[in-house]
């Protein structure tokens, strides 16, 4: 990873924090403490070595870093806000994909339970901007939630509905990794925050509010 191409949010003997753009692949990047998918954008942690990597994955294991996304969905969203509790396996239709199942369908105790919170922050016509926490790290939670909700990430190529209409000038999925809180091997507690791209932002502004 060339330093050169993202923006730095923080950096100490231990850790990195990195406005990820979308466009990068995580998986590539040496000792990433957490994952964000491909075309997501927003605050990753890098470890400087393997001891703070240990540290810092396990309170990622046991839930105990605060995670908050910012997303633009399709349609609009009936609840101002809501939980969605599932358990997500990988899709036997696409192996690219992860699926909602729920208690009762065939091999269901292999699969993970997910939990995600939402609250709406702002309606368009069509869209909603919602706020996402997700209280499990599995792999697209965010973006499958909200597909089995009816309501998928606007620009979702993978998730998103045959046809399914896009807000002009978005060439990629509207979510965003903008608040993160974590405690530091010296002991302190951070909190992370990164602000909207601007293609993002203009992609709200060309959007008609309700």
Same mark, same amino acid.
């Given at each position: 990873?060339?330093?050169?191409?993202?923006?730095?949010?923080?950096?100490?003997?231990?850790?990195?924090?990195?406005?990820?753009?979308?466009?990068?692949?995580?998986?590539?990047?040496?000792?990433?403490?957490? @994952?964000?998918?491909?075309?997501?954008?927003?605050?990753?942690?890098?470890?400087?070595?393997?001891?703070?990597?240990?540290?810092?994955?396990?309170?990622?294991?046991?839930?105990?870093?605060?995670?908050?996304?910012?997303?633009?969905?399709? /349609?609009?969203?009936?609840?101002?806000?809501?939980?969605?509790?599932?358990?997500?396996? @990988?899709?036997?239709?696409? @192996?690219?994909?992860?699926?909602?199942?729920?208690?009762?369908?065939?091999?269901?105790?292999?699969?993970?339970?997910?939990?995600?919170?939402?609250?709406?922050?702002?309606?368009?016509?069509?869209?909603?901007?919602?706020?996402?926490?997700?209280?499990?790290?599995?792999?697209?939670?965010?973006?499958?939630?909200?597909?089995?909700?009816?309501?998928?990430?606007? /620009?979702?190529?993978?998730?998103?509905?045959?046809?399914?209409?896009?807000?002009?000038?978005?060439? @990629?999925?509207?979510?965003?990794?903008?608040?993160?809180?974590?405690?530091?091997?010296?002991?302190?507690?951070?909190?992370?925050?990164?602000?909207?791209?601007?293609?993002?932002?203009?992609?709200?502004?060309?959007?008609?509010?309700?």
């Amino acid at each position: 990873m060339q330093k050169s191409k993202v923006k730095i949010i923080y950096e100490d003997d231990n850790l990195l924090v990195i406005d990820k753009p979308a466009g990068v692949v995580a998986d590539e990047i040496p000792r990433r403490i957490h @994952r964000l998918d491909k075309d997501t954008s927003g605050i990753l942690l890098v470890a400087k070595n393997d001891k703070a990597l240990e540290f810092l994955q396990k309170q990622f294991k046991e839930r105990e870093v605060k995670k908050k996304y910012l997303a633009l969905v399709a /349609g609009n969203l009936k609840k101002e806000e809501g939980v969605i509790e599932t358990l997500i396996g @990988r899709s036997p239709g696409d @192996r690219r994909k992860q699926k909602v199942y729920l208690p009762g369908e065939p091999n269901v105790q292999e699969k993970r339970k997910a939990v995600t919170e939402y609250k709406v922050l702002q309606r368009f016509e069509n869209y909603t901007l919602i706020k996402v926490e997700p209280k499990t790290g599995r792999k697209h939670q965010i973006r499958t939630h909200l597909a089995y909700l009816g309501h998928p990430v606007a /620009g979702d190529k993978l998730y998103g509905f045959k046809n399914q209409p896009r807000p002009e000038g978005l060439k @990629r999925q509207f979510l965003h990794a903008s608040y993160l809180k974590v405690k530091l091997p010296n002991g302190k507690t951070k909190e992370f925050k990164s602000e909207l791209p601007n293609e993002l932002k203009l992609c709200l502004q060309n959007l008609k509010p309700l």
